[in-house]
């Protein structure tokens, strides 16, 4: 009889069993892991899965040299002589950068384990911007450097999502669509329509936006935080 053991992570407490034989998974591996020793720990579930190249597409986060990337364009490519071949563009979390990376056809490739949580924007300390899990109260600290340009939109009390990869935060993500305050513009004129060209506002987050002509100090506008572009009256 061949003895297996299976243990409580948690509690790191040896259970043991007897098997008459050992029995082994193709399944991905699934541990409870916590990230940060400075809050409570939050058991979460690892994944610990390669995936195949034939399984790229567009969002798909994979992790290639040591470092997490999103793919962000994928071509598979059949050429008439030699082997089938994925195309990618990728942008790397870390440091922003994109390149251009080909796969070969069916080859493995490791999925990075990017997570993400919603968190609420509360304050900014100094240079810190100070996100809020309002579930435990917990508060997440990003740089001004991480935040970057997406302090135009960022207002306090919006909802955001904080991209995690090996208990780091890479990344976050803005609401795609948010309201905000005209506080300076040039005044809207008698009979102005929305084709009637466009004039700069500027918002109450700092942030320029072009604006129909009729819209004026103190209107709250919609604007699509992807381009920048206003959208509508709110």
Known sequence: MAATAAFNVLSATPIFRLSSALQFSSKPLLLPVCFSPRTPCRPRILRIYALSSNDIKVG???????????????????????????????????????VEKTFRAGST????????????????????????????FEETRLNEADVGGKT??????MDCNLLFWNGKVI???????????VVDVDPGLKGDTASGGSKPATLDTGAVVNVPLFINIGDQILVDTRTGQYMSRA
């Open 152 to 157: 135009k939109w960022l207002k306090e009390g």
């Open 60 to 98: 798909t986060n994979l992790e290639v040299d040591g470092a997490p990337w999103r793919v962000l364009e994928f071509l598979h490519v059949k050429p008439g002589k030699g082997a089938a071949f994925v195309r990618t563009k990728m942008r790397n979390y870390i440091t922003g950068n994109t």
């Open 171 to 181: 990344d976050f993500e803005l609401p795609i669509t948010v309201q905000l305050a």
């Open 109 to 136: 490739i490791d999925e990075a384990d990017v997570f993400k949580e919603t968190k609420q924007f509360t304050y900014k300390d100094g240079s810190q911007y100070v996100f809020m899990d309002l579930n435990t």
